[in-house]
């Protein structure tokens, strides 16, 4: 079995200011591509898959993860 270990990687920040990657929001971890979609609107998601739909330009924490195995 893994374990994913996630740990923050900066401060937090703007959205907009979000390097690419993953992010927490709120306890969740979401994802940020480097792509934009036909609107210019960057493309971000929540863990579930969903479009991450939150107004303002929110405050995030960048996050790193580390995978590890483990016994069961």
Same mark, same amino acid.
């Given at each position: 079995?893994?374990? &994913? &270990? =996630?740990?923050?990687?900066?401060?937090?920040?703007?959205?907009?200011?979000?390097?690419?990657?993953?992010?927490?929001?709120?306890?969740?971890?979401?994802?940020k591509?480097?792509?934009?979609?036909?609107?210019?609107?960057?493309? =971000?998601?929540?863990?579930?898959? +969903?479009?991450?739909?939150?107004?303002?330009?929110?405050? =995030?924490?960048? =996050?790193n993860? +580390?995978?590890?195995? &483990?016994?069961?």
């Amino acid at each position: 079995m893994k374990e &994913i &270990i =996630v740990t923050p990687d900066g401060w937090m920040c703007k959205l907009s200011d979000c390097p690419p990657g993953f992010f927490m929001y709120e306890g969740n971890l979401c994802f940020k591509t480097k792509y934009r979609n036909l609107d210019g609107n960057e493309q =971000v998601y929540f863990d579930s898959g +969903e479009t991450f739909c939150v107004p303002n330009n929110p405050m =995030v924490q960048p =996050v790193n993860y +580390e995978t590890r195995e &483990i016994e069961t």
